[in-house]
């Protein structure tokens, strides 16, 4: 657990760095910020000891004062390493060293730094140097240890001395005590031009998978979570990058849940400060789908991406240039031109941390974004090991270094909830330590738009992204359901002919259109933790959004159908229908239960407006449950978490016949009888139950016009009131729900637990049931032990709109 102590340890750091300072005056300029034109060269991690490797040399002259730095990849708290620093300033010199090392500068100067003892400035001939008030300061946190000294003793007195006057030096390290050579970097001048320095881009996944008022609080700021089991979540991680202005890439937050959920929060604005002030970067985002290029066109993926735009407008959110989508899927037709390209490898073992290097598409720049999982990157002591070494090596090969001319990147972040930064300490000390680390730049906004430039377009469509499926396993996701190419294809058909108005005329009339859309893309929402076989859940959940479609379809043109042989859902099974002009309801016959319900305002100043009442929670979500109590030959059921929609009872398994506009569902064991008839205004459901059951219950999924919760500020939309035998649920100036019961009623929604969420989580608190329900969903709870009645009725107000 992260706690006070953890953060003592990490001040504890700086605190231990001041004791290993030299002695320095206050008129010493040794702490004036390094800054990237100091940086003179790199040095490859070559050493056996990574508390004696030096990585990067810098030097500036501040007065009268020669300043070196050295970065070593690693400072112990107590220094394990002599320094040597060979430095030629004048004719003449000596090439020899007092350890088993040649030096490869005639030096004139030589600057002893033992780990313990007495520092030392000798001359060619191993004499004292007089004048050279050396100062040194070593940084166990930062890595690092600066010498000072006056560079007028370095010269002779009869040189002028010029304003930046050109010395060169050579730096050794032995293990303390020892003249066995461990590193020694290449000679380097003090008025070289600075190398390419190591290009470093944030991006995280996962940042925000919030569907439930719980998810939604301890994904921002949650206890006894992530990976060392104590404070976590996305608000650390944000409060961390403000503090030390560092840029974050967040390649999922514009999913449509995520923003739903930080609005719940109460914490868009949050995020839109941090994006104005260029802090944060947000692609929209493009699910896992994959595409058969021969019978897919990029009008699909655009399809795609408007919707998701819509939503992001609809919250208040600019478009700008970026994608964020899985590896292969490039739309050239759509007008972002920056893709985060996510790329899954199925690799068992974790994938070392390395470099990537950003290509060009036509008019595309692409940046490759490993998703497999590495080793933790941030820590109480600053970045791991790895993640320094791997910044080496984008620095070593970057443009103009050791003559490469690739331009990579190295994408740091990850999957947010499994990672250490978003522990508060852990990513502070970790962006302090690159921020005091010039060569080390992380992208901005302006850059990474500018990454593209000089690199060579690739002008074949779609040959590349074939070749490009040849190299990556594609057909991998953890997200993707167990869908055809066939299937897909003809969904995102159906779903473009709603959202593009082949059917409506008015935006206003596709609501229904835009809770198949929310289907579909529920089948993609990137959770945490993700389970295997979350794909093959998944697919059991297709067929909602064809009964959505076909719901749509009603919705364009109501009329009467009572039948008991449709297949909406299109998986071989036959469902009951029963609408009028103004009420559509979809029952599936083996639960005997209502899985959609839909109602038009017929009476209102909009009649074209239909609302949603009933749906199944994997509308919105599945997979959230444990994994090991899914049941995949379940259908409809395999994830028991999953309320399936209204009058549902546990254990009962029915068959359904028709009587006109009726329908009577009877229990295989003639135990109970339910009877739907729809009403003038909704509908009512009779209950005759057999003597030998001392009672029974039944659940109702309210879902009350689920698209608003993509509107802002929807929460205050929502008004509810509960009383023994019934409740009312209005959606602010819209439709009034009233349900009434015989028997006994209760219920529990997704506002029950508002008055928690403005604090972190809290572990020792009971949450109300109703903390854990998905949104938008209301479960209703109905008890009895004699028939009953229960009717729902649908009110529309004055204004939809």
Same mark, same amino acid.
Not at 25 to 33: G, L, N, T
Not at 172 to 195: E, M
């Given at each position: ?26 008129? %010493? ?77 005639d030096w004139d100067t030589l600057v002893i730094v033992p780990s313990s003892g007495n520092f030392q400035v000798l001359d060619s001939k191993l004499n004292p140097q007089l004048g050279s008030a050396l100062?040194?300061?070593?940084? @166990? ?34 293990? +303390? ?121 990029? @009008? ?23 994608? *964020?989508?899985? +590896? ?18 199925? %690799? ?46 984008? +620095? ?139 794909? +093959? ?9 064809? *009964? ?179 409740? %009312? ?73």
């Amino acid at each position: 657990m992260v706690s006070s102590r953890s953060f003592l340890i990490f001040c504890s750091f700086f605190i231990i760095s001041f004791y290993l300072t030299g002695c320095i005056p206050k008129s %010493e300029e040794i702490d004036v910020p390094w800054e990237y034109t100091d940086l003179r060269g790199f040095d490859p991690a070559d050493s056996l000891r990574n508390t004696q490797d030096i990585i990067a040399v810098y030097s500036r002259i501040r007065g009268e004062k020669l300043q070196i730095r050295l970065d070593l990849l690693d400072h112990s708290i107590l220094p394990e390493y002599d320094l040597y620093i060979a430095i030629d300033s004048k004719p003449g010199g000596s090439k020899e060293l007092p350890i088993q090392a040649t030096s490869d500068l005639d030096w004139d100067t030589l600057v002893i730094v033992p780990s313990s003892g007495n520092f030392q400035v000798l001359d060619s001939k191993l004499n004292p140097q007089l004048g050279s008030a050396l100062y040194i300061q070593r940084d @166990s946190f930062l890595d690092t240890i600066i010498l000072s000294l006056n560079h007028h003793a370095l010269i002779s007195p009869l040189m002028v001395l010029p304003k930046n006057p050109r010395l060169l030096f050579q730096t050794f390290s032995t293990s +303390a005590g020892s003249s066995t050579l461990s590193d020694q970097t290449d000679p380097i001048s003090t008025t070289s031009l600075p190398p390419s320095r190591a290009k470093a881009l944030f991006a995280f996944w996962n940042t925000y998978p919030s569907y439930t008022p719980a998810t939604a609080l301890r994904r921002w700021s949650g206890a006894h979570t992530g990976p060392m089991g104590g404070s976590h979540g996305l608000s650390n991680l944000l409060m961390a990058a403000k503090s030390a202005n560092i840029p974050l890439v967040l390649l999922d937050l514009r999913f449509l849940s995520s923003l739903s959920g930080l609005d719940f929060m109460d914490k868009l604005d949050v995020i839109k400060d941090m994006e104005k002030l260029g802090l944060l970067i947000l692609p929209e985002y493009l699910p896992d789908l994959i595409i058969d290029w021969e019978t897919t066109t990029d @009008s699909h993926l655009d399809s795609i991406l408007n919707y998701s735009r819509r939503i992001s407008q609809n919250m208040e959110f600019s478009p700008n240039a970026y994608v *964020s989508a899985p +590896a292969g899927l490039y739309s050239y037709t759509d007008k972002a031109n920056i893709y985060f390209s996510r790329v899954f490898l199925e %690799e068992k073992i974790p994938i070392r941390l390395q470099p990537t290097y950003p290509s060009r598409l036509l008019d595309k720049t692409i940046i490759p974004v490993l998703m497999n999982h590495h080793e933790q990157q941030a820590s109480l002591e600053g970045p791991t090991l790895e993640v320094k070494q791997a910044l080496l090596e984008t +620095a070593l090969y970057g443009p103009n270094n050791y003559s490469s001319a690739e331009n990579p990147i190295l994408v740091l972040g990850g999957d947010l909830p499994a990672s250490t930064w978003g522990i508060s300490p852990m990513a502070l000390a970790t962006f302090y330590y690159l921020q005091k680390h010039p060569w080390v730049q992380i992208l901005t906004n302006h850059e990474i738009l500018s990454l593209g430039q000089g690199l060579e377009k690739e002008d074949t469509y779609p040959n590349d992204i074939k070749n490009e499926r040849q190299n990556i396993n594609l057909s991998y996701s953890p997200y993707q359901p167990s869908i055809s190419l066939e299937t897909n294809h003809a969904l995102l058909t159906e779903l473009e002919k709603c959202q593009t108005g082949d059917r409506f005329e008015e935006e206003s009339q596709t609501t229904i259109c835009d809770a198949a859309w929310q289907a579909y893309l529920a089948l993609f929402s990137p959770i945490y933790p993700v389970a295997q076989n979350l794909p +093959a859940l998944r697919t059991n959940y297709i067929g909602q959004i064809w *009964s959505l479609i076909e719901a749509s379809k009603w919705a364009e043109s109501p009329a009467y159908q009572s039948t008991c042989e449709a297949d909406p859902d299109r998986d071989g099974q036959s469902e009951c229908i029963l609408s009028t002009t103004d009420v559509y309801i979809q029952f599936e016959i083996e639960s005997g239960s209502i899985t959609y319900t839909l109602f038009k305002n017929a009476s209102s100043s909009d009649s074209s407006y239909t609302h949603q009442v009933i749906a199944p929670s994997s509308q919105f979500i599945t997979g959230m449950s444990d994994p090991n109590s899914w049941n995949l030959s379940n259908g409809l059921s395999s994830d028991p978490a999953v309320i399936t929609g209204g009058f549902i009872e546990d254990g009962f398994k029915y068959q359904a016949e028709l009587e006109g506009q009726r329908i009577i569902f009877t229990s295989l064991d003639g135990q109970i009888q339910k009877t739907f008839q729809l009403t003038s205004s909704g509908v009512l459901a009779e209950y005759k139950i057999s003597a030998q059951i001392p009672s029974i219950t039944t659940h109702i999924s309210i879902a009350h016009d689920p698209w608003k919760r993509f509107l802002p500020g929807w929460k205050e939309q929502y008004n509810h009131v509960t009383f023994p035998n019934g409740l %009312e649920w209005q959606l602010k100036d819209n439709l009034l729900l009233q349900i009434q019961t015989s028997a006994s009623l209760s219920s529990s929604d997704f506002l029950d637990s508002l008055q928690f969420l403005s604090k972190m989580e809290n572990p020792n608190l009971d949450y109300p049931f109703g903390h854990f329900l998905p949104f938008p969903i209301t479960l209703i709870q109905i008890q009895a032990n004699e028939d009953f009645t229960v009717t729902i009725n649908f009110i529309a107000q004055i204004d939809d709109k």
